[in-house]
């Protein structure tokens, strides 16, 4: 750089030097004026050697007076009147004799010097402009990649912090779990001595179901509130009850069961809401914890909301301290276990893998399986479109005469989960079915026997699905499309319709004990609702299984749970029909689900307003009646009695009625349970919604006892329903199968009657 301003510095310097030569040699001249009259002759051109010269702005700074307007003092005494020039109309000429010398080389060279050198000045300064520009274009990449920088830093400091908590809280959750096993097995060494002496039961009914299933619940707090049944496992004198609550219930629910569980023998269904309870008979304890107010809206299950309300597990550990404490708790969830250890009880129960394992179809098929249960013809485990059709293919093949198959999703439960589609929409299935007539069954078992029908049923199966199978619920599953998304997702099973029109489904709830014992605490009939497959309520005890067939079946299914680490309460569905072509009852494995039960907490209700037994063994339930002579009360010893169950009956108008009002309007019509414990007792979940209940009607005969409960629901039905708003409920449905029901036991009665006649 100081090569060049040099340079620049000399070239400024030569070429004043000329000027100023040019100059002396134009002054010492004489000047010499033309004639006028030639002047117009001969016009010399007006150059000025200087005048580019004083033009180059680049060169303004550099150069000394090349600045307009700037007076600069110059080396020699050259001035305006040193030269002589000729002024005509303002414009300055030469002397004719000077003409030449103007106009010579070295002048002209200089005026060419000057204008390239003007053309280098401005290159230059572009170049420099240029320059600039790239430097600008580095320091942003610079900056955007320091800003990059910055995030990727942020990023992988972020995804540390991530691993850090993943493994921590992995490694709680080990440590959950290894605490967890520790105290299974203290209380599977102790539980003999246990359960024969005072213990309280912390009761959790939390259903813990995956994320997608509980935001797609509506009322998810009432529905796990349906098992406040549990706080009457004070009927044990030796039992005391800590019911964990997902809602605030109000003061009138509260002091309705404080009543129920109070009253000795002079319970009145509505007067019982009234009833004090006296402070000294309570063995129970109502807790609800502090974060359900915190999250109203994000359905949490119990235990993830027990979990983060400290003062309530303050509340626990003052209550159980020095005693013999356990959990109990729903549908299994990993807060379960932090539950389990911030109380440092053990749970009744397995792990929460191995229920949810076991839980799900394919699960329950696997136990039924293993307990050498016969199940219905089908295949668990379905995860892809291909495997569906291959699996079905086959299945339909070998079964040949069944008429419809069900497809039922592994994770989920209720009729919503499931989709049907019946055989005969399929074109070959006379042609198929024509085969397998005229060779036999003996010859149809053989596989080169069924290749030719298979190939035809796997190529027309697609086709036949979409177009013919239908979910069972279509408000959940509008259509089979969006039903088979979500069964490929959580998977499921295929199986096969039982093959009769009258089928009926049993529930039967057992207790499989840590030291290796099963009890069966209930079995009941199930009451259909708008749909089969769904059950609204039962029938205690069963009636159409013989008991002990059913205590074999459950004996098997209860030791194959425990063989597989399944301890704590198991609620078995079984279905039953009398085959068309051999006259034989058949009783089939549907569902298993390793939780305690709805069925089983509306039993525990029922025995202790009515202070029975059930023996499923025997299949009896026996009621202690009073039988009032004269002034004093004597107990019958025991009168087997049916109890007809409502678990989930729902009508949108009760929200119209408070309890208090509702109880006084069935006490005014006469429903209410009485002094010889038959009759009504309701069941109340919630405060707010009201629109949700149970019921229970206990009579001394079957038909007395369905009779009562569909007369409850007709008269519950008219008063809170004017003509113009029946409002929505599935009161009607029940009603109609009850009466089915009716007519069916009326049919065998007849028939019976018919052979004892004969």
């Not at 063995?283 to 235990?303: G, R």
């Not at 070998?398 to 069900?406: A, G, M, S």
Request: hydrophobic share 35%; net charge neutral.
């Amino acid at each position: 750089m100081s090569d060049t301003h040099e340079n620049k510095d000399k070239l400024g310097a030569d070429t004043f030097k000329h000027a100023e030569d040019y100059l002396k040699t134009v002054n010492k001249q004489p000047l010499v004026l033309p004639p006028i009259e030639d002047e117009q002759k001969h016009t010399i051109p007006i150059w000025n050697p200087l005048e580019n010269f004083f033009e180059v702005h680049p060169q303004r700074k550099k150069i000394p007076g090349a600045l307009p307007g700037k007076k600069v003092k110059h080396s020699g005494n050259v001035t305006a009147e040193s030269v002589p020039l000729t002024k005509t109309k303002g414009v300055s000429s030469l002397p004719e004799d000077n003409k030449e010398k103007a106009l010579q080389p070295g002048l002209l060279s200089l005026s060419v010097q000057h204008k390239s050198s003007s053309k280098t000045e401005s290159s230059s300064l572009c170049n420099w402009r240029e320059g600039g520009t790239e430097a600008v274009a580095i320091q942003s990449c610079w900056r955007r990649h320091r800003a990059s920088t910055a995030v990727i830093a942020a990023s992988w400091w972020k995804h540390l912090q991530m691993t850090h908590i993943k493994k921590a809280l992995q490694a709680r959750r080990l440590s959950h779990l290894e605490n967890c096993r520790r105290r299974s097995q203290h209380l599977a060494a102790n539980w003999k001595h246990i359960k024969l002496s005072k213990r309280t039961i912390i009761h959790i009914p939390s259903l813990g179901f995956s994320l997608s299933q509980r935001l797609h619940l509506r009322r998810f707090d009432i529905l796990q509130n349906i098992q406040i049944g549990r706080i009457f496992d004070v009927r044990d004198e030796n039992v005391e009850v800590i019911y964990i609550c997902p809602l605030r219930l109000g003061e009138d629910v509260l002091q309705y069961y404080n009543s129920l569980l109070t009253c000795d023998e002079t319970v009145e269904g509505a007067d019982t809401s009234t009833t004090q309870a006296s402070p000294g008979n309570r063995h129970f304890v109502i807790l609800t914890p502090e974060a359900v107010d915190h999250f109203p809206t994000h359905n949490m299950c119990l235990s993830t909301l027990l979990k983060y309300s400290p003062r309530t597990l303050r509340r626990i550990k003052n209550l159980i301290q020095g005693k013999q404490a356990y959990i109990v708790g729903g549908v299994g969830h990993m807060d379960d276990l932090a539950v389990a250890d911030e109380l440092d009880v053990p749970i009744l129960g397995p792990e929460p893998a191995v229920q949810q394992l076991y839980s799900t179809k394919s699960g329950g098929r696997r136990i039924f399986a293993a307990a050498k249960v016969d199940a219905p013809p089908g295949q668990g485990d379905i995860y892809s479109l291909a495997q569906l059709h291959e699996k079905l293919g086959e299945l339909m093949t070998l079964n040949i005469t069944v008429e419809r198959w069900h497809f039922r999703m592994n994770q989920q439960r209720g009729d919503h989960v499931t989709a049907y589609c019946d055989v005969c929409h399929l074109s070959c299935y006379k042609w198929a079915l024509q085969r397998y007539r005229y060779f036999g069954p003996d010859l149809w078992s053989s596989e080169w026997m069924q290749e030719f029908v298979l190939s035809r049923y796997l190529n027309e199966i697609p086709e036949w699905l979409a177009q013919y199978a239908q979910p069972a619920k279509t408000s959940s599953y509008p259509s089979w499309s969006c039903f088979l998304k979500t069964f490929l997702r959580q998977g499921g099973v295929v199986e096969a319709c039982p093959p009769s029109q009258s089928v009926t489904h049993l529930t039967v709830d057992l207790l499989l004990e840590p030291g290796g014992e099963v009890t069966m605490l209930s079995c009941g009939d199930q009451l259909p609702g708008s749909c089969q497959l769904k059950a609204i309520g039962a029938i205690v005890p069963q009636t159409c299984v013989h008991p002990e067939t059913l205590h074999s079946i459950c004996m098997s299914v209860g030791q194959a749970c425990l063989q597989h680490l399944i301890v704590g309460y198991v609620s078995v569905g079984l279905a039953t029909f009398v085959d068309r072509h051999t006259a034989e009852q058949k009783v089939l494995g549907i569902d298993l689900d390793v939780a305690y039960s709805d069925q089983l907490a509306m039993t525990q209700m029922m025995l202790m307003t009515t202070g029975g037994t059930l023996n499923c063994h025997a299949g009896s339930l026996e009621v202690q009646m009073s039988i009032r002579k004269t002034s004093c009360a004597v107990k019958n010893p025991g009168a087997s009695c049916f109890a007809v169950i409502g678990t989930h009956l729902f009508h949108s108008n009760l929200s119209m009625l408070y309890h208090r009002v509702f109880l006084q309007m069935c006490n005014h019509h006469g429903t209410g349970f009485n002094k010889e414990k038959k009759g009504t007792v309701f069941a109340f979940y919630d405060s707010h919604e009201r629109c949700r209940i149970g019921m229970i009607t206990v009579s001394e005969d079957l038909q007395g006892a369905l009779v009562t409960f569909a007369q409850n629901l007709s008269f519950i039905h008219q008063e809170i329903s004017p003509s113009a708003m029946e409002g929505e409920n599935n009161f009607k449905e029940l009603i109609k199968n009850i009466e089915d029901v009716l007519q069916i036991i009326n049919q065998n009665k007849n028939q019976l009657d018919d052979e004892t006649t004969a």
